[in-house]
């Protein structure tokens, strides 16, 4: 049965204005916003978050190694996160062999547990993007789950799981800061200024994380 028509917000990053954006304005029931995301191209819901990118963009993406960081950020932010990847991504060029490609595919699904999805057009990346938002929303409607669904075993991955879990902390930022406070403890003492003092740490992370922790509602 088509869902057509169901209401599903989507957030898009201001640099995906274009033709992929307009094909998804055309659809009855999706709602497009543009704002600036720390990762990824477009926010499905408070979990999920889509890297979209041309056949071109993804085999440059593997060639530097690339698409690996921002998997790994994309982690780090949200659970759900995938790979959009539009037109030809296996004809080998830039130096590049298929293997690399059919590699980089193979430990992004199977080792990251992120899907990597293939459309042929905009049009079909509009509508992909569409049903994954009705789908991940409706889901997130039906029972809450778990943010965070991974324990840790050891004490080492429980300071880590701790830090981690700040907005826009990914493991790398996380080391930075356990180095630059040592105890998770004091990490979460910190103010805005303290954290600018991180090496890596931007503005913007900066304040995400001291508004959460100064909040004082859990909504």
Known sequence: ??????????????????????????????ELEFEELDVGDFLLDGETVVE??????????????????????????YRRPVFLVEGDHFTARFHQTPFDVHWAI????????????????????????YTLA???QQKAGDAEQPLRPNR??????????L?????????????????????????????????LEVEGMREKVADRISDLLDSKKGK
């Open 1 to 30: 049965m088509s869902r057509l028509g169901t209401s599903a917000k989507i957030t898009a990053d201001p640099a995906q204005r274009g033709r992929l954006a307009e094909h998804l304005e055309e659809i009855q029931g999706a």
């Open 52 to 77: 979209y990118k041309s056949g071109t963009d993804f085999i440059l993406a593997v060639v530097d190694k690339e698409v690996f960081d921002t998997a790994n950020r994309m982690k780090a932010h």
């Open 106 to 129: 193979g430990h992004l699904t199977g080792a990251l547990e992120i899907p990597v999805l293939y459309s042929p057009s905009p049009k079909d990346s509009a509508m992909l993007l």
């Open 134 to 136: 009705v789908e991940a």
């Open 152 to 161: 840790p075993e050891t004490r080492r991955e429980g300071i880590r799981f």
């Open 163 to 195: 830090v981690e879990g700040l907005p826009g902390v990914d493991p790398e930022m996380a080391r930075a800061l356990l180095r630059h406070f040592g105890t998770a403890r004091a990490v979460f003492q910190a103010g805005r200024e303290e954290l």
